[in-house]
């Protein structure tokens, strides 16, 4: 505590309160599943003979996991803490460094058989870091003896990345760690909008790949248009080595890596107003069912009928068709599957968003008048919760992100409040 | 008042500090069949630390008949393509491959055994020391005494090995791929091999007890783990220790007066004092198909049951059996001083050969064209479906008078080893130590059980004067045992055995009511393939392409 120096007070008197913080810590995670590392045995009826006797034996034919252990974090911590002037300023700000090591993964691969034929399923084999900065600002000011605010903002900033992982030779996922890339970050092909006239369609790269996504006509008009990132004049996520191919990352995870918001309170005679902002950056979600695997599941964000499901109009509408060539959104299809189902960009939402949260507004019935009254205080007020948002996507709750619906959604809510007190 | 408070404070701080020790944290999963319930009592350890003996099962002889090593050898005969691979290892080169060790394949399932027991072991560090340190360590010693044999049991096969123990694993923790540095892994030399397998051995020949309780014979002893020291020493040419250990098993085993009883279980396998190791069977309970597989033809009749002969004695073995006086067998001459050829033999003969006018079950063996056990002539082509292609059949380890195999299967004990052989393996050492006088004794009190004359020592002897008539003795004592291609390929003989050369037969002929023998040759025309890269089979492919720092041998 800098401030609580005499040789600050006497020279800067104007600071208030000045804190320097530092920490390191170390802790262990063990929200694992438990008793991994205990065996199920089974049970092998007269099973060997000693003596005149007929033993049974236990054994287990499973791998015996026995080392695992917890992950450990390290944190490293510096924060600084002030407030001036009397306190119209004030703020308090931290930047941390995180270490997480022996990160719990599945394990796989192939094993020599020497190594007895069962092979851990688990082990302590990943790392990774975290970074980031986080500061609160506050300032108040009294303006007058009616009139006083304050404000309070916060910001927070923080990116992981992948140190050391067990990578699994399957096929590379939409969502699957890389090494040196954040958590979570999400990779697809990259979409150029659709093909809306024929010269676009010459010499088109294909798609590659199992019939599931491969289309034997070709692209045609009013598909994904997506772009040949390695130039083979072919569409493909890996080739069969799981070497990358087109596969690029095309966004951020789901998680937000900057949080911000601001708390303002107003005070004018008897009236408050308070306000709650809140937002966040660097996120993506996908108009997707599932966003793990190389496709994009149908939902109705994404295709218009669905499994026979109910066709969002915006989407019905702005699909293109021959005479609605500039269309937001690929033909319609009758079949399942096929190009414009591919994980891509075309699909991602960016998932900013800044909302007003909460505001209220009130008035306190002055004391001067509830002398005449029987109560100790009356409070009226209206509050209310979701009331403005700003975000990419008019149908999907940004809070919440969800294409398929399996959430309730954030309701919009008015309330008008009394408040008596005897 | 301030007095109360002490006593309370004392009294947390005494609560504080027992729960701090108490393992109220660690809790256990009683939700399956898991650690806590094997480790519950020492029945149900046991039940856990015994399984490794399971190893040996896999290598029985007499439980698996596609692993009667005997049957690739010069003195048995498998008269199937089908059963095992014995015949066409012996006549495809194909058979033996990169990647392939055909019916001496065992590498992948060993080391299953292994890492299992490894893995026991490790979990008998974690729990087993509650029930004292003797109990710990005789089990410790009981799971390394099996896993010595496992390498063993891959050496003979492979040469060098991984050595993977419940200790050699990263930060010596146990090896079972836990670690990535694990998962490559050099082979140490042969050399190696053998001397860490016979210094295990050693290890736990002291720890482990000279006798068990009679409801546990038959786990390691330390006479044990000195028989089989006597007979890896071989191996690993170390002739001191396997005299040494030869003496150690003196202590504790002698021969049984009886050869035939030996390998019979309601003779109680003639209340075996011989008996080292032996995997138990039960009727009804825990048996094996051996009676089903390997007796004679003429059975079918009898039992309306589709008995194999699955192996035959043949030509090659049966002239090594001397009469009983002693006098050496031949076809030119036994006649002047014997009715026929078989009756005089010593009892070793009789006891391992059925041959034509055996008394066996009641009835007499025919192999003669018409009779009941009647002689086929070995063809790939056609099966020969149970008939004899030498005009032998096995008798040892068949349970004469066990008209219940059918269905209630076959229990004879699976001798792994045994006195005798131990006496047999001094012998050799001493030989090798150059001292061919005393080598005499231990192979005469072989050949002094079954009445047969003391060879004697000669100031003319050789050393391979004396290995001559060693390996006859082993091959006689010990046929249908499953020694005798392991001691060709330590001896560097199988090339000159096998290659090149096919086995015989004896066919018999009716001529009125005598019998005629001719020497037939019971490989169907072919030649049999032994190629010096046969010593060091390959590897499975899968540790080459798996473990980077594992080399084949050499020549796949």
Redo the contacts between chains.
């Keep these: 505590m800098i401030s609580s120096e005499s040789f600050l007070s006497e020279n800067a008197p104007w600071i208030d309160f000045l804190k320097l913080r530092a920490s390191w810590g170390k802790s262990g995670k063990d929200n694992i599943e ?2 991994l590392y ?7 009826q ?15 034919d499973s ?2 996991q ?2 695992l252990k917890w992950s450990t974090t390290e944190s490293y911590n510096i924060g600084l803490d002030f407030d001036i002037l009397r306190r119209k300023f004030g703020a308090e700000i931290d930047v941390f460094y995180q270490y997480t090591a022996n990160l719990l993964e599945s394990v796989g691969g ?11 399923k688990q ?1 302590n ?1 990943g790392s990774m870091d975290n970074r980031g900065i986080d500061f609160t600002l506050k300032h108040q000011l009294t303006v007058n003896k009616d009139f006083s605010y304050r404000l309070r903002g916060t910001f927070g900033f923080a990116r992981n990345k992948v140190l050391k992982r067990n990578l699994t030779p399957s096929y590379p996922t939409s969502l699957q760690p890389r090494i040196g890339q954040p958590l979570g970050v999400r990779y697809g092909l990259k979409s150029d909008g659709l093909y809306r006239t024929e010269e676009q369609l010459i010499n088109a790269p294909r798609l590659d790949g199992t019939s599931w996504h491969a289309s034997s006509t070709g692209p045609r008009l009013g598909d994904i248009r997506y772009v040949d990132i390695n130039g083979d004049g072919r569409i493909n996520f890996v080739d069969n080595n799981n070497e990358v191919l087109d596969m690029i990352r095309i966004g951020y995870g789901t998680m937000p890596e900057i949080s911000f918001s601001l708390n303002a309170d107003f005070y004018y005679k008897n009236f408050y107003l308070n306000m709650l902002w809140q937002g966040v950056s660097h996120c993506d979600y996908m108009l997707g069912g599932n966003d793990s695997y190389k496709w994009v599941v149908g939902t109705m964000l994404n295709t218009a009928f669905d499994q026979n499901g109910n066709g969002v109009k915006y989407v019905a509408e702005n699909s293109w068709t021959p005479e609605n060539p500039n269309a937001k959104y690929p033909r319609l299809t009758t079949g399942s599957g096929g190009n414009n189902i591919l994980i891509s960009d075309f699909w991602m939402v960016n998932g900013e968003y800044l909302r007003l949260k909460n505001l209220t507004f009130g008035y306190n019935v002055p004391e001067t008048v509830l002398r005449k009254t029987p109560f100790t205080g009356i409070n009226v007020y209206v509050a209310g919760a979701n009331l403005l948002t700003f975000s990419h996507h008019k149908y999907v709750d940004p809070e919440t992100p969800s294409a398929t619906f399996n959430l309730y959604p954030q309701q919009r809510t008015w309330t008008l409040g009394l408040n008596v007190s005897f | 008042m301030n007095k109360t408070i002490k006593y309370i404070a004392a009294a947390t701080a005494i609560v504080m500090a027992t729960s701090s020790c108490n393992d109220v944290l660690d809790i256990n999963d009683t939700s399956t069949f898991g650690d806590l319930a094997v480790w519950s009592s020492q029945d149900n350890a046991d039940a856990y630390v015994t399984a490794a003996y399971k190893s040996f099962n896999d290598q029985s002889i007499v439980a698996n008949r596609d692993k009667f090593y005997d049957n690739y050898s010069d003195i048995m005969k498998s008269p199937y393509w089908w059963i095992g691979t014995y015949n066409r290892a012996l006549f495809e080169q194909s058979r033996f491959g990169k990647g392939n060790a055909d019916l001496f394949d065992c590498w992948t399932a060993v080391y299953g055994r292994i890492k299992r027991t490894n893995a026991m072991l490790n979990d008998l560090e974690r729990y087993g020391h509650k029930w004292g340190d003797e109990w710990y360590d005789i089990r410790r010693a009981e799971g390394r005494f099996c896993n010595a044999i496992n390498y063993f049991y891959l050496a003979r096969v492979y040469g060098g090995v991984v050595l993977r123990t419940d200790h050699s694993g990263g930060g010596g923790w146990l090896d079972d791929g836990a670690y990535e540095q694990d998962r490559n892994r050099a082979r140490i030399s042969e050399e190696a091999t053998y001397e860490y397998i016979l210094n295990e051995l050693k290890d736990v020949a002291k720890v482990l007890p000279e006798k068990w309780p009679a409801a546990w014979t038959g786990r390691a002893t330390k006479g044990m783990a000195y028989a089989f020291i006597s007979r890896i020493a071989l191996y690993a040419k170390n002739w001191e220790l396997a005299v040494s250990a030869a003496d150690e098993c003196a202590k504790y085993y002698s021969l049984v007066p009886d050869y035939a009883k030996l390998f019979d279980v309601s003779s109680d396998q003639d209340n075996s004092k011989e008996i080292i190791f032996g995997i138990r069977f039960q009727k009804n309970v825990l048996t094996n198909g051996f009676d089903t597989d390997y007796r004679p033809f003429g059975d079918r009749s009898v039992y309306g049951n589709q008995v194999l002969a699955n192996s035959q004695p043949t030509a090659e073995l049966v002239d090594m059996y001397e009469f009983k006086d002693g006098t050496e067998f031949d076809w030119n001459t036994y006649s002047t001083n014997h009715a026929d050829p078989y009756t005089d033999r010593e009892p070793r003969f009789h006891a391992t050969v059925l041959y034509n006018g055996a008394k066996w079950e009641g009835r007499t063996i025919e192999t003669f064209e018409g009779g009941s056990d009647s002689f086929r002539s070995f063809s790939i082509s056609e099966d020969a479906d149970g008939h004899t292609v030498t005009g032998y059949y096995l008798r040892k380890y068949l349970q004469e008078g066990n008209s219940t195999f059918p269905t209630e299967g076959s229990y004879n004990t699976d001798i792994i080893i045994r006195y005798a052989e131990v006496l047999l393996n001094k012998a050799e050492a001493l030989a090798q130590l150059n001292k061919l006088s005393d080598a005499m004794e231990p192979l005469n009190e072989v050949r002094r059980r079954v009445n047969l004359p003391a060879r004697t020592f000669t100031a003319a002897m050789s050393l391979d004067d004396f290995m001559t008539i060693l390996r006859k003795e082993r091959c006689v004592e010990l046929a249908g045992e499953g020694h005798r291609i392991w001691d060709l390929r330590r001896w560097r003989m199988a090339e000159g055995v096998i290659n090149g050369k096919n086995v015989h037969g004896h066919k018999a002929t009716r001529n009125g009511t005598s019998f005629e023998y001719t020497t037939v040759d019971a490989d169907g025309g072919r030649q049999r393939i032994f190629l010096p890269h046969y010593y060091y089979l390959s590897l499975p492919s899968g540790e080459v392409s798996q473990n980077s720092l594992c080399v084949d041998n050499p020549g796949w």
Excluded: C, M, W
């Design positions: 438990a008793f205990n065996a199920t045995f089974k049970t092998a007269n099973s060997i003979i000693f003596g005149d006797t007929v033993y049974k034996n236990y054994y287990t791998y015996l026995r080392n192939e094993y020599a058989p020497s190594l007895g034929g069962t092979h851990p082990g084999t």
